[in-house]
């Protein structure tokens, strides 16, 4: 376990940021209320490691993938990255926060703004050094550079997929925390960020995607989480035959 | 921390130029506002002694509340509030750009209502144009300093349009009183200096004081 403080682009996404080898969720839960979302969650999770967090709707992925970007607190239970633990060391949260990046359901896009300004506003964010240049290389990663100067209001839901994958990783995340990465891409561009994923990956990154398309899951993961009912109903160490498996640990109907 | 509150201000400056929503809707609000007022209480082309100042913050403190909504709607829309709260910079940038983006829409309307509530209620607002700006302004960064903590609250509240009114003007009523005061002074026949000067001292400890309560409580109500 390493706990360093790196700025070199490739390391640190151009930000002075926390970095760590790990994170370990141990008896985390949460609650809403009188609802719990969670309940006594615990897995650790390394760097080169694809886990996934499978379940059907209302099963806790989400909150999880919340509690993970630090944008809510386990009602008990921890979470560490590396040796920093939030809970701890609060005032080093910013710094831990650039080395997270985060696809929600919804796309943290502004429909008023170009791809270019999009992704150059949340580089400036990332104290990426020339946020411009940064969001062209992206849309072009993404194959929408020649869309570069419309609005995001006027893209197809995969185009703004596509624009939103590229604003999650744009800052080189040590965590990369998807949730329903593959909606609304095309088979080509699903396959391409599969691609894309397995590349972080092998370059250090740690990523969690919840999903619930268990095909393209299953060439992709190295890990699954079943989680019903807010609990770990079963972990699959090399998930092989997803849908399988999702069946006969949800029961039938599951996926 | 200073580069994210700039980002978060020009990126709410582009949005609004693009789509001019809350300009023309707060503006047209406001000057709806007035008028009314004008026709309601302007009787024979004499308007209300002191009427002036409280219709110029009341149209103020509507608009504003207008402002504060649909700003934060817009971040509600594409769940970008989220995305803002992800960014490494300490979160307090966050209500800070926000709050500074709201003050320059309301800024703007502003300078469309004082003209129009001065001509049509026979106000000399204009006659002493330092002390009215220091009064409208201090009055302004207040109002929006409590409602942009309570907008970002309610983002995801399902009767948010409800409870934020409900919860600021309460609040706000410290604000809304030393601003009319302030401004009522101004339009006296001989305008005592000393009056609007503690108004306006009145109004800076207001703002400092929300300010902050709202960079201290922002990050843990944004949290959860």
Known sequence: ?255 | MLHAIWLIVRKDLTVEVRSREIAYTTLFFAVSCVLQFAFALVKEGKPPDDGAAGILWIAIAFSGTLALGRTFERERQSETLRALLLAPTARPAVYIGKLLGIVSLMVLTELILIPLVSFLFQASLLAHPFWLLAVVITGTIGFSAVGTLFAAMLVRARSRDVLLPVLLYPITVPVMIAGVRGTAALLQPEVDLGVVRFWVALLISFDVVFITLALWTFEPLMTD
């Not at chain 1, 993970?68 to 910013?94: C, K, N, Q, V, W």
């Not at chain 1, 397995?198 to 299953?218: N, Q």
Request: hydrophobic share 45%; charged share 25%.
């Open chain 1, 1 to 255: 376990m390493n706990v360093s403080n790196t700025r070199g682009p490739a390391e640190a996404g151009h930000y002075g940021a926390l970095d760590f080898d790990d994170v370990i969720v141990d008896d985390v839960s949460r609650r809403f209320g009188r609802r719990r979302a969670l309940s006594r969650i615990s897995f650790t999770v390394a760097r080169g490691e694809i886990l996934g967090l499978l379940g059907p709707n209302g099963a806790g992925k989400s909150t999880m993938l919340s509690l993970l970007a630090t944008l809510m607190r386990p009602t008990s239970g921890r979470i560490r990255f590396g040796a920093f633990d939030l809970e701890i060391a609060d005032e080093r949260a910013p710094q831990l926060r650039g080395r997270i990046g985060v696809l929600g359901h919804d796309l943290f896009l502004y429909p008023e703004l170009t791809a270019r300004e999009n992704l150059a506003f949340f580089a400036g964010l990332y104290n990426i050094d020339d946020a411009n240049r940064a969001a062209l290389t992206a849309l072009e990663r993404a194959g929408l550079a020649d869309r570069a100067d419309d609005q995001v209001g006027s893209f197809s839901r995969g185009m703004r997929q596509r624009v939103a994958l590229e604003r999650a990783l744009i800052h080189n995340p040590r965590l990369a925390l998807l949730d329903e990465p593959f909606t609304g891409l095309d088979d080509a561009s699903a396959a391409a960020l599969v691609g894309r994923l397995k590349g972080l990956r092998d370059s250090g990154a740690i990523i969690i995607v919840a999903t619930h398309d268990l095909d393209l899951a299953e060439g992709l993961l190295d890990r699954a989480l079943f989680l019903r009912d807010g609990r770990v109903a079963h972990t699959a160490a090399q998930p092989e035959a997803l849908r399988s498996t999702y069946r006969t640990v949800m029961g039938k109907g599951g996926a």
